[in-house]
């Protein structure tokens, strides 16, 4: 009997420890796909680096309304590190050095899709001795434009953004795993309640056409307004509002990547959604967005 309890005991470990062992190769596999498919996340030591750092601000060598928007939000909102403004040609004699973190506008670089549409972010990354900017040490990066639109309605966003990218580095020194995990969308909050919430209307996808049908999902306050009126709205109730930025192709045909995110003020994110658009499932903040953060 006892040599019969010890075989069923061992052969019990043994199970144990098989299933132990599969588990743990299901999350190393995952993890291995996670981290192909997104720039690997800054080393502790190297949020350190930044932190330490001296932040260039890189401003486009050409003439670009950009330089202005993020200069301004910069010298209001920026406090986590010594800064100052460079121009591109500075960026590329100082972005070896690690003494140095820059905020600067990527250009098509990061999701390319298949329909070879491509993107504009605000980047945050450390000086290295990457050859490529896309192997240098990276923070976060945020949508801020298509690439090939002329269009200046993400003025509003860019002092949300400037706030959550310092956020972001806050975070990542003690929740550095589950944000490799999920993304921007380990921000996603259920946060709504007792807030206005303001949507560019322009930027609706079309089952979200009106507030009426909207409010069959959605059960709290919501406005339909112009990038204008948002940025009336934010200026007399900031306290109580987020705003809805949406980064897209602006083209009638389905084809691009589309990105929602839902800000306040403060630079707090509530929401960020991306996906691709398809005859199916148009450009725009939609039903399924909705029912995600009800």
């Not at 996603?188 to 949507?199: E, R």
Request: hydrophobic share 40%.
């Amino acid at each position: 009997m006892r040599e019969n309890k010890i075989v069923h005991t061992t052969r019990t470990m043994s199970v144990k420890v098989l299933s132990k062992r599969h588990i743990l190769s299901v999350i190393l596999i995952f993890l291995g796909i996670v981290a192909m498919a997104k720039s690997p996340l800054p080393s502790q030591q190297q949020i350190g680096m930044f932190l330490n750092s001296t932040t260039c601000i890189v401003l486009e060598n050409e003439v670009n309304p950009y330089n202005a928007f993020i200069k301004e939000a910069v010298e209001e909102h920026w406090k986590t590190t010594p800064f100052e403004f460079i121009n591109e040609t500075e960026f590329e004699a100082r972005r070896f050095d690690s003494r140095y973190s820059f905020l600067v506008l990527m250009k098509n670089v990061y999701d390319k899709d298949p329909g070879g549409v491509s993107y504009n972010y605000i980047s945050l990354v450390l000086g290295s001795k990457a050859k490529k900017l896309v192997d240098m040490p990276e923070f976060c990066n945020v949508p801020l434009q298509y690439s090939n639109d002329n269009k200046l309605d993400y003025a509003y966003a860019i002092p949300a953004i400037v706030q959550f990218v310092q956020k972001h580095v806050k975070n990542l020194e003690k929740k550095r795993f589950m944000i490799s995990l999920r993304g921007l969308k380990y921000y996603n909050s259920s946060g709504f309640k007792g807030k206005q919430l303001l949507m560019n209307r322009e930027k609706m996808a079309p089952d979200a056409y009106s507030v009426e049908k909207i409010n069959g999902v959605y059960p709290y306050f919501v406005k339909l307004l112009s990038v204008d009126e948002i940025k009336e709205e934010i200026a007399s109730n900031p306290k109580n509002s987020l705003f809805h930025f949406h980064v897209g192709p602006n083209q009638e045909k389905a084809v691009g990547r589309c990105f929602e995110m839902i800000f306040d003020v403060d630079g707090n994110l509530y929401y960020f959604n991306s996906r691709l658009i398809t005859n199916e499932d148009k450009d725009g903040f939609n039903m399924k967005d909705f029912k995600r953060i009800r």
